[in-house]
């Protein structure tokens, strides 16, 4: 595999001043990002009361190809929408992500 390297797009330092006001608040972005990749499915496991466990959230979204991974993934706080537009490639769903990062 070729080496591959991370970028950071200048729209990090907007991006890291907001900060969610609450963890149902976070959870949601990851609900709205399984959207966006057009998943038809999202379980989320939630820990149990008080435990160090993580909530897990699993969608069956699109993936993305080693192209997208290279060019958008690794490209800290890209756009997503300024790339790829206002609505989903398959569902054509109008893209929820509050931030529009991938």
Same mark, same amino acid.
């Given at each position: 595999?070729?080496?591959?390297?991370? +970028?950071?797009?200048? %729209? /990090?330092? !907007?991006?890291? #001043?907001?900060? *969610? %006001?609450?963890?149902?608040?976070? =959870?949601?972005?990851?609900?709205?990002?399984?959207?966006? &990749?057009? &998943?038809?499915?999202?379980?989320?496991? /939630?820990? @149990?009361? =008080?435990? +160090?466990?993580? $909530? $897990?959230?699993?969608?069956?979204?699109? #993936?993305? @190809?080693? =192209?997208?991974?290279?060019?958008? *993934?690794?490209? $800290? &706080? +890209?756009?997503? !929408? &300024? !790339? @790829?537009?206002? %609505?989903?490639? =398959?569902?054509? %769903?109008?893209?929820? #992500?509050?931030? #529009?990062? !991938?």
């Amino acid at each position: 595999m070729d080496d591959v390297h991370f +970028s950071v797009n200048t %729209r /990090l330092t !907007r991006l890291l #001043g907001e900060t *969610y %006001r609450s963890s149902e608040a976070a =959870l949601k972005e990851l609900v709205d990002n399984a959207w966006d &990749a057009d &998943a038809k499915n999202v379980w989320i496991t /939630l820990p @149990t009361a =008080l435990s +160090s466990d993580p $909530i $897990i959230v699993h969608d069956d979204g699109s #993936g993305m @190809t080693s =192209l997208e991974m290279r060019n958008e *993934y690794l490209n $800290i &706080a +890209s756009d997503k !929408r &300024a !790339r @790829t537009g206002e %609505r989903t490639p =398959l569902l054509k %769903r109008k893209v929820k #992500g509050r931030k #529009g990062i !991938r």
